[in-house]
């Protein structure tokens, strides 16, 4: 294997510590990130950085490239920490890895699942990154359904969302029933919707004692899909 060159270290080097700047302003400024203002942090005049990232946007994707990569690989090392048998138990480590990670990169989670950053339109690049968090509960439904500790729930779907439901289905987890995939989707997105009200200051005063209430909660979800105990 060929060692990088010196001038393509140089430039890995200087991409990371403009993401890093830009990371700060993530945090103190929000997602409209300005090229100007970070390549005045790094001493660089505003044209200089255009070398390395030629769009605010370009900027913006490798961030969120970054960001949901981190989260999935917390996700996913969860998930493999725990027994393959123990449904429930991968559930609620994939959630506390969720939440655990959201409360330490509050900006970066901002920047996935907060408001749309104005002007911004993600490329195709960023759903398979994006998906991987999913992709981990619908393997937990996939491994309960292919050993029959988890089956189909009753349901009453509407024709059209069984519909799309049964084509994602077969995109992600042939065989998976359209009815356990709603109950695992609802629970996904509950999950989401709780740590974003938690970290968007929505529950704080409320419920002091979130760790309680995001066990009880997750439990809940748990008890929609259908997960069974260890």
């Known amino acids: 294997m060929v060692a990088p060159s010196l001038r393509a270290r140089v430039r890995a ?27 005045r942090d790094l001493g660089m005049v505003s044209s200089a950085i255009y070398r390395y990232f030629p769009s605010r946007d370009e900027l913006l994707t490798a961030l969120i490239l970054e960001a949901y990569d981190a989260l999935g690989d917390a996700v996913e090392a969860a998930d493999a920490g725990v ?25 970066e989670y901002a920047l996935l699942y907060g408001s749309p950053v ?7 690049e960023t759903v398979a990154p994006a998906s991987r968090p999913p992709l981990t509960l619908i393997g937990i439904l996939r491994d309960g359904v292919a050993d029959g500790r988890l089956t189909a729930p009753a349901d009453d779907l509407p024709a059209p969302l069984r519909a799309d439901l049964a084509e994602l289905a077969a995109g992600l987890a042939p065989g998976l029933p359209e009815g356990l995939l709603a109950r695992g989707m609802a629970g996904w997105t509950q999950l989401f919707g709780l740590i974003s009200f938690e970290l968007f200051g929505r529950i704080n005063r409320a419920l002091p004692h979130r760790d309680e209430y995001f066990a009880h909660q997750t439990g809940l979800m748990a008890d929609l899909i259908g997960l069974p105990a260890a």
């Open 83 to 107: 027994d393959r048998a123990d449904l429930r138990g991968r559930w609620h480590a994939a959630c506390r890895a969720a939440r655990a990670w959201a409360l330490a990169h509050p900006a």
């Open 13 to 39: 080097s200087m991409i990371e510590e403009i993401k890093a700047v830009a990371r700060r302003h993530l945090a103190s400024d929000g997602a409209n990130l300005s090229l100007r203002a970070v390549a």
């Open 118 to 124: 104005p002007g911004y339109a993600a490329p195709d």
